[in-house]
């Protein structure tokens, strides 16, 4: 199975900052790589997938970039309906894997 | 307008069963792969099994940790998807999400939509 590592898992940040998270995968997996957010008490929400295209509806203050091993979500402008958890996922093979998460919080 | 509702949830005894469905709406639900994801109380998502489309067979892949206790079917005419769900265990309660499966050439099939999720909890 392919190892879905996420950093940090947890971090502080105020309004108004930028903020990356990384994912790594422990064998290559392209740029099959999505990014989901979820918020206290929801269901996750899609943002990106191909690890760059945005899904419909997301603000373009969320990009993302990578390919092969390594990839970030970097967030632009944080917002406070931003905070939240945030999991990378990859879909090159079976079984579907996710990284454990990146919690958002406010500083 | 496109939605996933999930129904089925509740208690159940370790190694009872317990059926799930997944009612979608608004989109063409044929054309589809749908899957399910299940997520532990206070811990992170957990993909669960995939079925495809009338076009690739209506096959079906699973996660070891539910593979011959847990079936996945569909039907196309009622745009439902459930989860049959047997020999339960303590470790699979959690809440269980279907989830929208697009295609596309560069993409690849890629999670779409969410619903809210159903709650399964297996305990004595």
């Known amino acids: 199975d392919i190892q879905m590592t996420q950093s940090p898992s947890s971090l502080s940040a105020s309004v108004g900052d930028r903020v990356t998270i990384t994912c790594r995968a422990s064998?290559?997996?392209?740029?099959?790589l999505a990014w989901f957010q979820q918020r206290p008490g929801k269901a996750p929400k899609s943002l990106i997938h191909?690890?760059?295209i945005l899904q419909s509806g997301v603000p373009s203050k969320f990009s993302g970039s990578g390919s092969g091993t390594e990839f970030t979500l970097t967030i632009s402008s944080l917002q406070p309906e931003d905070f939240a958890t945030y999991y990378c996922?990859?879909?090159?093979?079976?079984?579907?894997?996710f990284g454990g998460g990146t919690k958002v919080e406010i500083k | 307008e496109v939605q996933l509702v999930e129904s089925g949830g509740g208690l159940v005894q370790p190694g009872g069963s317990l059926r799930l469905s997944c009612a979608a709406s608004?989109?063409?639900?044929?054309?589809?792969?749908m899957d399910w994801v299940r997520q532990a109380p206070g811990k992170g998502l957990e993909w669960v099994g995939r079925t495809r489309n009338r076009g690739d067979s209506y096959t079906t892949e699973y996660a070891a940790s539910v593979k011959g206790r847990f079936t996945m079917s569909r039907d196309d005419s009622k745009s439902l998807m459930d989860l049959q769900m047997n020999s339960l265990k303590t470790e699979d309660t959690a809440v269980y999400y279907c989830?929208?499966?697009?295609?596309?050439?560069?993409?690849?099939?890629?999670?779409?939509?969410w619903g809210r999720g159903t709650l399964v909890t297996v305990s004595s």
């Open positions: 608004g989109f063409r639900f044929s054309d589809e792969y």
């Open positions: 989830v929208r499966v697009l295609f596309a050439s560069y993409s690849g099939w890629y999670f779409h939509l």
């Open positions: 191909a690890a760059s």
């Open positions: 064998q290559g997996i392209s740029h099959y």
């Open positions: 996922q990859q879909y090159n093979s079976y079984p579907l894997t």
